[in-house]
């Protein structure tokens, strides 16, 4: 049932859009203002969501760490793994951002079999492949897809389409970024399936965003290179929206719209979903603070600025006699007792 339900929905939103897209009278709706408002939503959400993140506090200094902190100067740092520096953490933050390097880090353990069956661990990069792939592939696509919002075309748009389109296979050119774009996704889908613990963990929205992203790019591929599309009339329709100069979408075939539908659903959801870890990461504490809590006390945000912070020493200053008295070691020994003192109680 956890696919089952993504996949009726991701099947509703198709028949729904192709329903809206083969009237003239609803391709305004569909192709115009639910698109407006789906990008609407999206910058909203992720706005809010950036600024709710900004004021969230962290009261703890909670860097992960996975290599040696620095300490003595005879002992090896590992700088990136346990930054120590604010340079060392932007060094990391681009790696993780750019390279996804802690996925790349990941490892796999199993039981080796044989005559004494032995723990062993190693590299799992199947996932850092995909997902990188999957990543700047969708970045490729929506680059591309930027010369539809844009009147003349950026430059730099048609240099990179050159290249994915390099090894031309077909009229028109079918891209390499859209097969391994849709290889990747599929891929990424295929081992929520056959992994029994990652479909364990696994969730609706965990499968919905995949059929979804899966569905934009069929559809896409679909509306290069079966289905007849007017490009004129689409190139129109997106200058419309961006120029707030609605028209109406004219004859344009249904697939089209089944797309925008899809797309536009995709960035509406964006915002609540999972999906925000493309900004969250810069948010993450885990990713963004040194490791230096050793010779920076961190402060946390939600102490009562009129109680002041209270040292383990100070602490036995105040309580040494009753730790003495009650048998509990102490740092430091009580001071020595004044010579009338001694002498009474010798005396007694």
Known sequence: MKVLRPIIAVIALIVAGGVLGMSQGTQMLVGVILPSIAFLVFIV?????????????????????????????????????CPN??????????????LFRSLFRNTNA????????????????????????????FLVIVLRHLRLFTEPVLPGIGLL????????????VLYQSDLIFMGAITALFIRRLIMPQIRYISLDTDYFPLLLIF????????????????????KELTMGIVTLNWTNPGTIHPI?????????TLMIYF?????????????????????????????????????????????????????????????????PAPAAEKKEEVTE
């Not at 993140?53 to 090896?76: D, E, R, Y």
């Not at 569905?215 to 689409?234: C, K, N, P, Q």
Request: glycine letters at 6%.
């Open 45 to 81: 959400g992720i706005i809010r969501k950036v600024v709710d993140w900004s004021k969230s506090p962290v009261p703890f200094k909670i860097p992960t760490t996975c290599g040696q902190a620095k300490s003595l100067s005879f002992i090896k740092e590992d700088r990136f793994d």
């Open 85 to 98: 520096s604010k340079s060392d953490v932007i060094v990391r933050m681009i790696l993780e951002i750019f």
């Open 110 to 137: 199993g039981v080796k079999s044989g005559d004494l069956p032995k723990l062993h661990y190693g590299p799992s990069l199947w996932l850092w492949l995909f997902g990188i792939m999957f990543h700047y592939t």
């Open 161 to 172: 389409e050159y290249f994915d389109g390099f090894v031309q296979v077909g009229a028109p």
């Open 215 to 234: 569905s934009i790019g069929a559809t896409g591929m679909l509306m290069r290179h079966y289905f007849r599309v007017d490009v004129t009339g689409i």
């Open 256 to 264: 089209f719209f089944i797309h925008v539908t899809l797309v536009s």
């Open 271 to 335: 915002p609540f979903s999972k999906l925000t870890h493309a900004a969250g990461i810069f948010f993450s504490p885990t990713r963004n603070m040194a490791n230096d809590s050793r010779a920076t006390r961190h402060i946390n945000p939600w102490n009562d600025p009129n109680i002041k912070p209270h040292s383990y020493a100070d602490y036995e200053d105040e309580f040494r006699q009753f730790m003495v008295d009650a048998d509990i070691p102490v740092e430091k020994e009580l001071p």
